[in-house]
């Protein structure tokens, strides 16, 4: 059985003191137009109990509920078809999202119709008994395991994909890469288009660049590999895979864009969200564990 309605109750914060109720939903809680036209037309939000023009001024600590009904979206409930939850790990959960530590090898989501076995398929299961489903908010590559963001309702989903967007939340990637001549830190800035001889792939200066960002640093070295903690500034297809072969220090294990044989999987690790919640704005951050085949390859080291 689907949810009818999802509903909040927040406390306007010191900081938002005497600005109106638009500015609150808008500016601070980062709500799109569209929900708040919707929950104002049908009088759904209310200041301490009472029903208030967007213009109304709020003070501080004032009560505002607000309830959102399935027809205030356009797809309210994703079909997503439920898969075993068996190996689901789940790094962290609230009322509205999860961060869940995606297994190296999983898809993120299904590419065929029907098709199951990625990794919101899996949170279907986990979440059904729960009466949700999961909403994407990012991707990770197939090959990369680590912590991954899902909503649990569609009011949130605006609000995490305008966080990523304007870097409010901060994810880490960790990855081991051929060679030891990198600076200590660095940041690389280079366009990512396709590559004209294979749909699959990306490559630097490709066909329909778009600018791509991104910021490391060396965390250790050992033989001819080191170890770095990397950054995005931009979240384009496969960027810090590109990145690196493009400085000729290729990610280890990378089926597409390193030919050598030093891991089986790619060394590749969403290791911690800093996460922004929403409405409260409290900061989380997430750590996912290093998977078996990183630990392994750092042993063999």
């Known amino acids: ?52 023009p967007v213009n109304f001024t709020v003070n501080a600590y004032d009560h505002v509920e607000m309830t959102f009904l399935p027809s205030d979206f356009a797809h309210p409930f994703p079909q997503v078809k439920p898969d075993s939850a068996a190996n689901v790990m789940i790094l962290y959960e609230d009322s509205d999202l999860l961060v869940t530590n995606k297994r190296c090898g999983d898809k993120t989501h299904p590419n065929q119709p029907g098709e199951v076995g990625a990794t919101i398929n899996h949170l279907a299961a986990y979440l059904a008994p729960k009466r949700t489903v999961p909403y994407m908010i990012h991707r ?10 899902f909503a649990k309702n569609p009011v949130v989903v605006p609000i995490l994909v305008a966080n990523i967007r304007e870097k409010q939340i901060k994810r880490t990637y960790l990855a081991w890469v051929q ?80 030919s050598g044989g ?35 390859f750092q042993n063999q080291l």
């Open 1 to 52: 059985m689907q949810p009818t309605q999802w509903q909040y109750h927040e406390i306007v914060p010191p900081r938002m003191d005497r600005h109106s109720l638009k500015s609150l939903m808008k500016d601070y809680w980062q709500l799109p137009r569209h929900l708040i036209f919707s929950i104002r037309r049908a009088r759904r939000v209310l200041v301490n109990g009472r029903y208030q």
């Open 140 to 149: 990770l590559d197939q090959q990369t395991s680590g912590a991954i963001i």
């Open 179 to 258: 060679g030891t001549s990198l600076p200590t830190q660095g940041t690389i800035s280079l366009p990512i288009g396709h590559d004209p001889k294979d749909k699959r792939k990306r490559q630097v200066n490709g066909q329909n660049s778009v600018p791509a960002v991104t910021h490391y640093q060396v965390i250790t070295q050992k033989g001819n590999y080191s170890l770095l903690k990397i950054q995005l500034e931009t979240g384009r297809t496969h960027q810090i895979r590109v990145h690196f072969k493009a400085l000729g220090h290729p990610l280890v294990g990378d089926p597409l864009y390193n």
């Open 262 to 296: 030093a891991s089986d999987f790619l060394l590749l690790h969403s290791w911690q969200v800093q996460l922004l919640l929403p409405f409260s704005k409290t900061v989380k951050t997430i750590t996912a564990p290093l998977p078996k085949h990183f630990i392994d």
